[in-house]
């Protein structure tokens, strides 16, 4: 069964940087898509962003487009998102899930770990 | 890159049937046949329920079944069980490498 565990979440000040990290076990991540996906306090999913199996395209949702990087190392099975400008509306849990073999699925998903935004 | 829109919440009693529905737009689950649907319990991460409209991943109760007409797509829970009680999304993909999901429905078993 894959697992997936983030780390890096916490508080901090608007306009200021915050890396996520997932690191990704039981399974052979370099063969996969993976996906972050955030969710605000009461709120609904939202999809943030992908990056390829190889790490050779990204896309991202309009909402963070050009403030946030996602990337990876698939020689230590980790995916990171890299959050600059941050602004209140980033408050949320944020999920990393990796894709399944079709590619348009989240198959297996994180705990997720919590990033406030705040003065 | 707007929601999809889903009902905000639906109950039924045990062993009753409940259809969630999930409608969108041309652009994304009229589009293309990439639907899936996920069950997330209070402070739990989502479970992938039904993928590409109408399958079932290994493990999930026959219980749960998708369709899609035009713009909708649908779950349907038959034989509502008590631990069937949870948030449920859905999802589409959307074109271009991008993803739009539900707000959410909040199923109650009465």
């Known amino acids: 069964q894959a697992q997936l565990v983030e780390s890096g979440g916490g508080v901090v000040q608007p306009g200021r940087s915050l890396r996520l990290t997932c690191a990704a076990s039981?399974?052979?991540?370099?063969?996969?898509?993976m996906q972050w996906i955030r969710q605000a306090p009461g709120k609904g999913l939202e999809w943030v962003a992908i990056?390829?199996?190889?790490?050779?395209?990204?896309y991202y949702s309009d909402s963070v487009k050009g403030r946030f990087t996602v990337s990876r190392d698939n020689s230590r099975n980790t995916v990171y998102l890299q959050m600059n400008s941050l602004r209140a509306e980033d408050t949320a849990v944020y999920y990393c899930?990796?894709?399944?073999?079709?590619?348009?699925?989240?198959?297996?998903w994180g705990q997720g770990t919590l990033v406030t935004v705040s003065s | 890159q707007s929601a999809l829109t889903q009902p905000r919440s639906v109950s039924a009693s045990p062993g009753q049937s409940v259809t969630i529905s999930c409608t969108g737009t041309?652009?994304?689950?009229?589009?293309?046949?990439?639907v899936s649907w996920y069950q997330q319990h209070p402070g739990k991460a989502p479970k992938l329920l039904i993928s590409?409209?109408?399958k079932r991943p290994s493990g999930v109760p026959a219980r749960f079944s998708g369709s899609k007409s035009g713009n909708t797509a649908s779950l349907t829970i038959s034989g509502l069980q008590a631990e069937d009680e949870s948030d449920y999304y859905c999802?589409?993909?959307?074109?271009?490498?991008?993803?739009?999901f539900g707000g959410g429905t909040k199923v109650t078993v009465l």
């Open positions: 899930a990796r894709n399944d073999n079709s590619g348009y699925h989240t198959d297996y």
């Open positions: 041309s652009s994304d689950i009229g589009a293309y046949n990439y």
């Open positions: 990056i390829w199996d190889d790490g050779t395209q990204e």
């Open positions: 039981k399974f052979t991540f370099g063969h996969y898509a």
């Open positions: 999802c589409s993909y959307s074109g271009d490498y991008t993803w739009v």
């Open positions: 590409d409209v109408t």
